[in-house]
């Protein structure tokens, strides 16, 4: 019987939850599903993380690439990131060029990195206005189920303090760089920016870290990211209903406290593969 009315009527169906203060999973309304990580799952990658909100699946792999620095920055190398929502994930993104919610979310990853300084890209040129580093992170969703922007921050963020960096050497005379493999460095976090999803469902209930079943149903998505000094770094809401100052407020104290749990949970698996090795 439940299953009839959930697919006749799924947003009565969620609304009877909503009404007890629960979710059809058994989650209460601010209550994240439980987040797994994993980091240098891909051997060939210079950084790369594994991460699991609830079903929801990120990797994430970081190529790094010598390059010329552009004019305008001959100081800085660049980061370019890319979300890919490839049909594997879900049945609702088609083969084909990136669709609108991957641009978006590439967009919005971009624009979390620039916003944050979580790398000074400084810290990536070699050789002023001659060599320098491009980071290219890639994020592959491996399985929808909603709150994709969450998991593509986390996977990011790992992935970049997993990066090793092989040494590099400017010849003077010939100006060809030599780079040894054995030697590497890590990369200077300066920020663990994380970002914090919300839906709003008939205009005022608040809802955290949606399934996919979820973001259908909501009037309105909400995506806050802060930092470990609770900056706030920015408020991405793509259209929907509006949201009161007392909510939005909610939304922000609940995102600093996601972002402590998701910099402890990377710190741990961080060390743990320290130790390992």
């Not at 939850?17 to 994240?32: Q, V």
Request: with cysteine; hydrophobic share 35%.
């Amino acid at each position: 019987m439940a299953a009839g009315f959930k697919t006749a009527e799924p947003l009565e169906y969620h609304r009877s939850f909503l009404k007890e203060n629960c979710r059809p999973d058994g989650r209460e309304l601010s209550e994240f599903r439980t987040t797994t990580l994993n980091i240098g799952s891909i051997s060939t990658a210079d950084g790369s993380a594994l991460v699991k909100v609830g079903n929801t699946t990120v990797i994430c792999g970081i190529k790094a690439e010598l390059a010329n620095p552009t004019v305008e920055a001959p100081g800085k190398g660049y980061i370019v990131p890319n979300v890919d929502l490839p049909p594997l994930c879900s049945s609702r993104f088609r083969p084909g060029p990136p669709g609108e919610q991957a641009q978006a979310a590439s967009q919005f990853i971009a624009d979390v990195i620039e916003s944050s300084e979580v790398i000074q890209t400084e810290d990536l040129c070699i050789e002023r206005g001659k060599l320098c580093w491009v980071l290219y992170c890639d994020m592959m969703c491996l399985d929808y189920d909603g709150n994709v922007l969450d998991a593509c921050v986390v996977a990011l963020l790992a992935a970049l303090k997993n990066t090793q960096l092989p040494e590099v050497t400017v010849n003077t005379e010939t100006c060809t760089p030599g780079v040894t493999l054995e030697k590497r460095h890590g990369l200077r976090i300066n920020k663990h920016p994380v970002a914090t999803s919300f839906c709003i469902f008939d205009d005022s209930i608040l809802i955290v870290d949606p399934t996919a079943e979820e973001e259908s149903l909501a009037t309105a998505q909400l995506t806050v990211v802060t930092d470990e000094e609770d900056r706030l770094y920015s408020l991405h809401k793509p259209g929907g209903t509006s949201l009161s100052g007392q909510k939005l407020q909610e939304c922000i104290s609940r995102a600093t406290a996601r972002q402590r749990e998701i910099q402890k949970l990377i710190n741990k698996v961080i060390h743990s593969v320290k130790t390992a090795q």
